[in-house]
């Protein structure tokens, strides 16, 4: 599994099958991602989209059109997009997205948050994603405070990795994003929702990764751009005896 961050929340994941999932693509408007991403060069096979906030679908349109990939959300972001022009694919929270190519599914999952577009126009609510190919099951938890659902995620699935935000003010911050990971009972944990703009501007980088560290899980900070291969890092998991 390949991650690509462009920025805030937004990824770019690749799987094992080779498919593309793009989550929330607001990289034009994001002044630390300005000169580092370029949108041309992205080309998901398909666009998940956590809620209607402008800091989460910003350049969805835009790379929907250019690529074709369909924008999979909430009904309300489906209305929204296919008024636009977009191709779409409707769901509502609870649901599972199945791919046709391989064995990938993606479910949406409930976050604590709201929910409206730029225009005020009704977002539906705000949802999280769980993921998984035939490798790695994935949690990208979208914009959420820290929630009693996130147990039964951990209930359900063997999650191997995280997308928590941990900016604060908006979201979780880096204390509850904590508590998250160990409801969650996961290893690593990637950090997103922070240093955008002034409100959720990270104080320390080193002691959220120490405070991480301290509880055995790793909190994979990336750069803008930046592209990593995750798949030795979550299989040692398994290669590792307990002790
Ligand atoms: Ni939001
Ligand atoms: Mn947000």
Same mark, same amino acid.
């Given at each position: 599994?390949?991650?690509?961050?462009?920025? @805030? !929340?937004?990824?770019?994941?690749?799987?094992?099958?080779?498919? =593309?999932?793009?989550?929330? #693509?607001? /990289?034009?408007?994001? %002044?630390?991602?300005?000169?580092?991403?370029?949108?041309?060069?992205?080309?998901?096979?398909?666009?998940?989209?956590?809620?209607? @906030? !402008?800091?989460?679908?910003?350049?969805?349109?835009?790379?929907? =059109?250019?690529?074709?990939? #369909?924008? /999979?959300?909430?009904? %309300?972001?489906?209305?929204?997009?296919?008024?636009?022009?977009?191709?779409?694919?409707?769901?509502?929270?609870?649901?599972?997205?199945? !791919?046709?190519?391989?064995?990938?599914?993606?479910?949406?999952?409930?976050?604590?948050?709201?929910?409206?577009?730029?225009?005020?126009?009704?977002?539906?609510?705000?949802?999280?994603?769980?993921?998984?190919?035939?490798?790695?099951?994935?949690?990208?938890?979208?914009?959420?405070?820290?929630?009693?659902?996130?147990?039964?995620?951990?209930?359900?699935?063997?999650?191997?990795?995280?997308?928590?935000?941990?900016?604060?003010?908006?979201?979780?911050?880096?204390?509850?994003?904590?508590?998250?990971?160990?409801?969650?009972?996961?290893?690593?944990?990637?950090?997103?929702?922070?240093?955008?703009?002034?409100?959720?501007?990270?104080?320390?980088?080193?002691?959220?990764?120490?405070?991480?560290?301290?509880?055995?899980?790793?909190?994979?900070?990336?750069?803008?751009?930046?592209?990593?291969?995750?798949?030795?890092?979550?299989?040692?998991?398994?290669?590792?005896?307990?002790?």
């Amino acid at each position: 599994m390949r991650i690509q961050y462009l920025g @805030h !929340s937004a990824f770019l994941v690749t799987v094992a099958s080779g498919e =593309k999932l793009l989550f929330d #693509p607001s /990289i034009t408007s994001n %002044e630390k991602a300005r000169g580092k991403i370029d949108l041309q060069t992205l080309h998901p096979d398909y666009i998940f989209l956590s809620h209607a @906030h !402008s800091d989460h679908i910003a350049d969805a349109e835009e790379i929907s =059109k250019k690529t074709e990939a #369909p924008i /999979i959300g909430v009904w %309300e972001l489906h209305t929204y997009f296919q008024e636009r022009g977009c191709p779409t694919y409707p769901m509502n929270v609870g649901g599972t997205w199945r !791919s046709q190519k391989s064995l990938l599914w993606v479910k949406l999952v409930p976050a604590l948050h709201s929910s409206s577009f730029p225009d005020g126009r009704y977002g539906g609510v705000a949802v999280g994603f769980v993921f998984s190919d035939e490798n790695h099951t994935v949690y990208y938890a979208g914009d959420t405070a820290l929630s009693a659902e996130m147990e039964i995620l951990a209930e359900r699935y063997e999650i191997d990795l995280a997308f928590l935000p941990i900016g604060g003010t908006f979201t979780m911050d880096v204390e509850d994003a904590l508590e998250a990971a160990l409801l969650l009972d996961v290893e690593h944990v990637i950090g997103m929702h922070y240093d955008t703009f002034p409100p959720i501007q990270l104080p320390d980088k080193e002691k959220a990764r120490k405070d991480f560290e301290e509880v055995g899980i790793t909190l994979h900070l990336m750069e803008i751009g930046e592209e990593k291969d995750f798949s030795q890092i979550l299989t040692q998991k398994e290669s590792t005896p307990s002790t």
